[in-house]
């Protein structure tokens, strides 16, 4: 009774993480308040983490679809078995590892920070400056948030469920300003007047897609298709198709 029991459980489990792909569906969890990377135009989620994973999905010959969700409810969507992978700007972590499987790097991700263009606030260093005591924005869950409460202090930091939350609390004078990937900060910039983006980095990171650990068929075929995808110049393409080169 007890073997069966246990086989039971088993097949439950292999069930719950592969019941996405068991209608040759190629499911995505994503936060689509991510520009470049996922975002809406009108009402499909476009981008390139979209275009990529669908351009994978073709190349597995699986249909696509994309499920819009709160960014630090996507691994747990992907070790649930409610999606078969997470794509958002997610960069590679010790942390995150410890959780679900990464896949190839795909792209190289820069942190970066917004003020106000008459921010006190010049260079990244100025965060750091002995009394300095900044109010920081970032977006829950990111490496942004990550890395700006070891650096600066839990007390430092608000959190806000996307990117664009903290650029209008940024706008709005309730923080000093916003730590955030350099693609988006770039496009919150580009729609809010009188912002900037300062000129030096916060962090350099890996962006990959995530995959449950108990998924390993379908991380192998993933990522043997996404190796295809970045040797053919397909990802550069699509990367250069929402990244224009400066």
Same mark, same amino acid.
């Given at each position: 009774?007890?073997?069966?029991?246990?086989?039971?459980?088993?097949?439950?489990?292999?069930?719950?993480?592969?019941?996405?792909?068991?209608?040759?569906?190629?499911?995505?969890?994503?936060?689509?308040?991510?520009?470049?990377?996922?975002?809406?135009?009108?009402?499909?989620?476009?981008?390139?983490?979209?275009?990529?994973?669908?351009?994978? /999905?073709?190349?597995?010959?699986?249909?696509?679809?994309?499920?819009?969700?709160?960014?630090?409810?996507?691994?747990?969507?992907?070790?649930?078995?409610?999606?078969?992978?997470?794509?958002?700007?997610?960069?590679?972590? %010790?942390?995150?590892?410890?959780?679900?499987?990464?896949?190839?790097?795909?792209?190289?991700?820069?942190?970066?920070?917004?003020?106000? %263009? $008459?921010?006190?606030?010049?260079?990244?260093?100025?965060?750091?400056?002995?009394?300095?005591?900044?109010?920081?924005?970032?977006?829950?869950?990111?490496?942004?948030?990550?890395?700006?409460? $070891?650096?600066?202090?839990?007390? @430092?930091?608000?959190?806000?469920? @996307?990117?664009?939350d903290a650029t209008?609390?940024?706008? /709005?004078?309730?923080?000093?300003?916003?730590?955030? $990937?350099?693609?988006?900060?770039?496009?919150?910039? /580009?729609?809010?007047?009188?912002?900037?983006?300062?000129?030096?980095?916060?962090?350099?990171? $890996?962006?990959?897609?995530c995959i449950a650990? @108990?998924?390993?068929?379908?991380?192998?075929?993933?990522?043997?298709?996404?190796? %295809?995808?970045?040797?053919?110049?397909?990802?550069?393409?699509?990367?250069?198709?929402?990244?224009?080169? %400066?």
């Amino acid at each position: 009774m007890k073997k069966l029991l246990a086989l039971a459980l088993t097949l439950m489990m292999t069930l719950s993480f592969t019941a996405a792909l068991a209608d040759n569906t190629l499911t995505m969890a994503t936060n689509a308040s991510f520009p470049p990377y996922e975002y809406y135009e009108g009402e499909a989620i476009v981008g390139i983490d979209v275009e990529i994973c669908a351009a994978i /999905a073709a190349k597995l010959g699986m249909e696509f679809e994309v499920a819009d969700m709160d960014f630090d409810a996507i691994i747990g969507a992907v070790q649930s078995g409610k999606a078969d992978v997470g794509m958002a700007g997610m960069t590679v972590t %010790e942390e995150r590892a410890m959780m679900i499987n990464f896949s190839s790097s795909y792209a190289t991700g820069i942190q970066s920070v917004i003020v106000k %263009e $008459d921010s006190p606030i010049t260079t990244v260093d100025d965060l750091y400056a002995e009394g300095a005591s900044y109010k920081i924005g970032v977006q829950l869950s990111t490496t942004g948030d990550i890395y700006a409460t $070891d650096d600066f202090g839990d007390e @430092n930091v608000l959190r806000f469920p @996307n990117g664009n939350d903290a650029t209008m609390a940024l706008v /709005a004078g309730k923080i000093d300003c916003v730590i955030i $990937d350099n693609e988006p900060a770039k496009a919150y910039v /580009a729609s809010n007047a009188g912002l900037k983006v300062l000129d030096t980095s916060y962090a350099v990171e $890996d962006y990959a897609a995530c995959i449950a650990k @108990n998924n390993t068929e379908l991380l192998e075929k993933f990522d043997a298709a996404l190796t %295809e995808l970045i040797a053919d110049g397909t990802v550069a393409e699509i990367i250069g198709k929402y990244i224009k080169a %400066e």
